[in-house]
């Protein structure tokens, strides 16, 4: 069982910038593909960013390209969202996510059903 943790989130201005990070209770960690997907007030959980075990392959939704970068310190079972450029639109709870099972961070788009965190609450005022 692995437990995630997330924090970081809070409000911000647009154009402003957010860092969330997301601590796993599990040494395993560096096995696992991470991911960070939101879910904002009446709309489906979307995904965000992933990355693999090593940090050397990431994947982002378009919308956040160029924008947010994810990355992961495995001796601290830590993993990272960069959030720069704050737009409204990206105000929403965002979730940690961790598999197990996969290796590319692409395959993380389609959810998963290993392990999520709590969440936390970004807000992006205009």
């Known amino acids: 069982q692995v437990q995630l943790v997330e924090s970081g989130g809070g409000l911000v201005q647009a154009g402003g910038s957010l860092r969330l990070s997301c601590a796993a209770s599990r040494r395993a960690f560096g096995n696992y593909v991470m991911g960070w997907f939101r879910q904002a007030p009446g709309k489906q959980r979307e995904f965000v960013a992933a990355?693999?075990?090593?940090?050397?392959?990431?994947y982002y939704t378009d919308s956040v390209k160029g924008r947010f970068t994810i990355s992961r310190d495995n001796a601290k079972n830590t993993v990272y969202l960069q959030m720069n450029s704050l737009k409204p639109e990206d105000t929403a709870v965002y979730y940690c996510?961790?598999?197990?099972?996969?290796?590319?961070?692409?395959?993380?788009?389609?959810?998963?059903?290993?392990?999520w965190g709590q969440g936390t609450q970004v807000t992006v005022s205009s």
């Open positions: 996510a961790a598999d197990r099972r996969i290796y590319d961070p692409q395959a993380l788009v389609r959810g998963t059903d290993d392990f």
């Open positions: 990355i693999n075990w090593s940090g050397s392959n990431t």
